[in-house]
Structure formats: C-alpha cells, structure tokens
C-alpha cells in the first residue's frame, strides 16, 4: 500500500504526575492533573483518526520512550520524540521530516482539545488546496492547529510561544513571507484552571480539595 501523502502530527507527553499539565496542579493536583491529560490525548487521537486511512498519524512525543508510548496508545501510529529545543523548533522539526518521508500536506495539532474532530482536521486537508498555511484559531489567542504544504522556519522563529499574542504573531508574520492563509472555525484548548469549565461532562476530572 502506498503511504498517505497526507498526515497528521499530534504533540503530547507520556503523563507523568507532576511534569504533565503543570498549570492545572494547583487547581487539579498532579495525578488529576496527568490524568485528565491521558484522558485528552485519548480522546483527541481516537477522534482524529482518518476511518478510511485518508491520513496517516505521527505521535510526537515528550517524556517516555516509543515502548511506553506504543504501550499506551497502540501500534498503529508513527511514534517520534520531539526533540530539543522550544515550541517552534520542535514544530519545525516535525513537519520538515513530515514532509522528507512524503507527506505533500501535514497538519499538526496539540492534545488539549476536547473539540477537535476528524472533520476539522479533514476541512484543515482540503483547506491546503488553495492555501499555504491553513491555522486553527485557539480562544487564549493561539492556535490549535497549524497545517502547510511545506516546511517554512520562518514562521515559527521569534513567536512569544505561550502568550495570547501567537495566534496574532503568526498572522503577521505569514503576510510578510506571502503566505496565503485559511482559518479554521475557533476552539478551547484545556491548558489553564480556567479552561476546565470547556469539557465535557465525560472528560471532566474531580478538583483536588
């Protein structure tokens, strides 16, 4: 069978109490906390998953090793570590070698997303037809998704990673390079005690004290 040339990366960490979703330990507590992580990247993956193979799946991973990660999630994923390096240069790194094993599109998406569905990350493919960069706005100004043709440095060099100023940055930062971008419809990530209200009663976990 020929591999997808389509393919869809999705950045987690093997959840470790106390070195996973460390902003929601004062209001979770870290096993609380590294497991609604388990449960999120659960979720994500089973409902990003292409039914008909449309896409393949890369799990870039942080913390663990590719058995504890195979062990937890399944084989039937591509397993990577993310490497060193911040939130940009690990995103860079992913898609170039995406794009050095074939893939024609990539589309990487992070763990935190009780809304993200395979119809999102479908219209995200068909968005690249026509455009460069198709980016999936996040509520705390950031994004969700980030899909491209090909890999592009100098879009994720110099962005305040971890503000409510990405999604923005990034923006400007296409329209200098020619970039021609497509957005996706908004959604809540779960990063911060004050995202906790977004999830669904499935999902939601017990607050510590």
């Known amino acids: 069978m020929r591999p997808s040339r389509k393919r869809l990366i999705l950045f987690t960490r093997y959840p470790v109490p106390g070195r996973t979703k460390t902003r929601l330990i004062p209001a979770l507590g870290p096993?609380?906390?590294?497991?609604?992580?388990?449960?999120?990247?659960?979720?994500?993956?089973g409902r990003a998953v292409s039914p008909a193979g449309a896409w393949e799946v890369e799990v870039r991973f942080q913390g663990g090793n590719r058995r504890k990660m195979a062990s937890w999630l399944g084989e039937g994923f591509i397993y990577r570590p993310?490497?060193?390096?911040?939130?940009g240069r690990r995103m860079l790194r992913a898609f170039r070698g995406a794009f050095r094993e074939g893939a024609e599109m990539a589309?990487?998406?992070?763990?935190d997303l009780p809304g993200l569905g395979g119809r999102i990350v479908e219209k995200a493919f068909c968005l690249l037809r026509r455009a460069d960069l198709v980016l999936g706005p996040a509520l705390d100004g950031g994004y969700y998704l980030v899909g491209m043709k090909a890999p592009c440095p100098g879009l994720f060099e110099?962005?305040?990673?971890?503000?409510?100023?990405v999604l923005e940055e990034t923006?400007?930062?296409?329209?200098?390079?020619?970039?021609?971008?497509?957005?996706?419809?908004?959604?809540?990530?779960?990063?911060r005690p004050e995202d906790l209200g977004s999830l669904p009663p499935g999902l939601a976990p017990k607050r510590s004290g």
């Open 158 to 165: 110099g962005i305040p990673w971890g503000t409510g100023r």
């Open 31 to 45: 096993e609380c906390a590294a497991e609604l992580h388990r449960r999120l990247t659960e979720h994500v993956l």
């Open 107 to 111: 589309a990487l998406v992070g763990s």
């Open 171 to 191: 923006l400007a930062r296409a329209g200098r390079l020619g970039l021609p971008v497509e957005l996706l419809e908004p959604l809540a990530d779960v990063d």
């Open 82 to 87: 993310q490497g060193p390096g911040d939130l």
